[in-house]
T-cell receptor, first 112, second 114 residues
Framework: SQKIEQNSEALNIQEGKTATLTCNYTNYSPAYLQWYRQDPGRGPVFLLLIRENEKEKRKERLKVTFDTTLKQSLFHITASQPADSATYLCAPKDTGRRALTFGSGTRLQVQP | NAGVMQNPRHLVRRRGQEARLRCSPMKGHSHVYWYRQLPEEGLKFMVYLQKENIIDESGMPKERFSAEFPKEGPSILRIQQVVRGDSAAYFC????????????FGPGTRLTVT
């Protein structure tokens, strides 16, 4: 069955450092993969989308990589700030159903 | 352009009552999705609708839950005879047409069943 794995343990890092979050998937052939941010009590917010033929995508301090051989995406936040503290969700998207399936998310805590 | 709107934001129902959750998608978006997030759990897909059509309801519980997206007005997620296990945050999302798209989420409705 399809499975999406994100580190369920919270990631604690110091302000200014780079945060790296991992998303592994099995039994998927995603045409693209998305990352969302969710703050407590709020709906997820779209951050980045990377297609299967793209190795890397950047947006300001965010960088996403996508390795379809390893079946893995890495999400990096450089020069992290306390305001980056949130739960980050990945969603690999195949060409089948239109709805998204999310990983359980990784909670990031950036200490000042 | 207003974002996805959901109401009410908080809803308290006693066991056995009905809950009606409303969602207005972003302007220009014809695809609506409902997700449920149980306490300390991830987002789970429930149903995907277009105007007047249910396209995919594979995540919807077989009983007591129904959804609609009428020609006019918001999408409605209806839960009949609520039970304590229905207590959760219900999120609606919308997306534009096309094969590659992101989803835009509303603020959610927090349902508490007492």
């Amino acid at each position: 069955s399809q499975k999406i794995e994100q580190n369920s343990e919270a990631l604690n890092i110091q302000e200014g450092k780079t945060a790296t979050l991992t998303c592994n998937y099995t039994n998927y052939s995603p045409a693209y993969l998305q990352w969302y941010r969710q703050d407590p009590g709020r709906g997820p917010v779209f951050l980045l989308l990377i297609r299967e033929n793209e190795k890397e995508k950047r947006k300001e301090r965010l960088k996403v990589t996508f390795d379809t051989t390893l079946k893995q995406s890495l999400f990096h936040i450089t020069a992290s700030q306390p305001a980056d503290s949130a739960t980050y969700l990945c969603a690999p998207k195949d060409t089948g159903r239109r709805a998204l399936t999310f990983g359980s998310g990784t909670r990031l805590q950036v200490q000042p | 352009n207003a974002g996805v709107m959901q109401n009410p934001r908080h809803l308290v129902r006693r066991r056995g009552q009905e809950a009606r959750l409303r969602c207005s998608p972003m302007k220009g978006h014809s695809h609506v999705y409902w997700y449920r997030q149980l306490p300390e759990e991830g987002l789970k897909f429930m149903v995907y609708l277009q105007k007047e059509n249910i396209i995919d309801e594979s995540g919807m519980p077989k009983e007591r839950f129904s959804a609609e997206f009428p020609k006019e007005g918001p999408s409605i997620l209806r839960i009949q005879q609520v039970v304590r296990g229905d207590s959760a945050a219900y999120f609606c999302a919308s997306s534009p047409p096309g094969t590659v798209y992101e989803q835009y989420f509303g603020p959610g409705t927090r349902l508490t069943v007492t």
